[in-house]
């Protein structure tokens, strides 16, 4: 019988966990926060069990920005074990620290995966090298990045879309945007007492970069054809018709969707920094 283990997912959307926190800088006890590129972060999870299990591992990763999160293109940053007491939550710590790099300006994505020979997943994976936490309760991803619009200059971030070494896959990349967080959310990327703004947000899909280019693009669907065992660039531009104020925020959810349903999602939190305090 299974012991129930599992990683709450978020919600609304299933890749924005509550349950996966990262604390930027040399102490793993200090504030909840933003990566910070070249800086050391640690990675923390909070797991949950319907009966009492001992011996609980958890695999770490980190990805670069994406939606659907493959084991063969993350990051195994460490391993854990913990032993939970039902209901929980037991909050595990992964003792290996993150180095953050300046791979695209330091947004990434974790996922965590609690196993245990008493909850195996169940069916078994159909494509193992997928972490697909929207099947399975022991997988939760955090695919939550803050991002910096400074007055209504638009900001560009870059996101991979990657097929299997076995097959090709035809997607359709969507940007929505609007929309809340949860406070518990909200809080634990450092934006505490923030709140959702009601200035209109801008996203835009291309397959190139806008950057240093004064092409104006309109489109918020893509359609992406991904031969098997490459990646193709999404490249998502944020802009807000007017400049976002301290304390605000507003959401770009993107979403990869084949014919049976969404593979994965990444949303952007998108805030302005300017005047903040030190």
């Known amino acids: 019988m299974s012991v129930g283990l599992h990683i709450r997912h978020g919600s609304p959307q299933w890749w924005e966990s509550p349950d996966i926190w990262v604390v930027p800088g040399q102490d793993p006890n200090g504030p909840p926060g933003s990566p910070v590129v070249g800086q050391t972060a640690f990675l923390w999870a909070r797991v949950w069990a319907d009966q009492d299990v001992q011996g609980v591992q958890l695999d770490f990763w ?15 940053i460490g391993t854990a074990f913990a032993d939970i007491q039902a209901p929980g939550p037991q909050e595990v710590l992964c003792l290996s620290p993150w180095n953050v790099t300046l791979i695209n300006g330091g947004h990434e994505c974790v996922v965590v995966e609690a196993s245990s020979t008493l909850d195996p997943l169940t069916p078994p994976p159909t494509d193992p090298d997928v972490l697909d936490a929207n099947t399975y309760p022991q997988i939760a991803q955090r695919n939550l990045s803050v991002i910096s619009i400074a007055g209504q200059l638009r900001r560009e ?12 896959k035809r997607v359709e990349i969507q940007a929505e945007v609007g929309g809340e967080l949860p406070e518990e959310t909200l809080a634990s990327l450092g934006l ?23 092409e104006q693009a309109a489109e918020r669907g893509l ?14 531009n944020v802009s807000a018709a007017e400049q976002l104020r301290p304390g605000e925020y507003g959401l770009v959810r993107v979403t990869e969707q084949d014919p049976d349903g ?5 949303t952007l939190v998108a805030v302005n920094t300017e005047g903040k305090k030190r």
């Not at 971030?157 to 090709?168: D, N």
């Not at 359609?223 to 998502?236: E, F, M, R, W």
Request: glycine share 8%; charged share 15%.
């Open 223 to 236: 359609g992406l054809d991904v031969p098997a065992g490459t990646s193709k660039p999404v490249y998502v």
């Open 62 to 76: 980190v990805a670069n920005p994406a939606m659907q999160i493959r084991k063969s293109s993350a990051n195994h």
């Open 192 to 214: 505490r007492d923030h709140k959702a703004s009601a200035r209109e947000i801008r996203a835009t899909l291309t397959e190139h970069s806008l950057c240093h280019s004064s």
């Open 157 to 168: 971030v870059l996101l991979t879309v990657t097929a299997g070494l076995r097959a090709a």
């Open 262 to 266: 969404v593979l994965g999602g990444l």
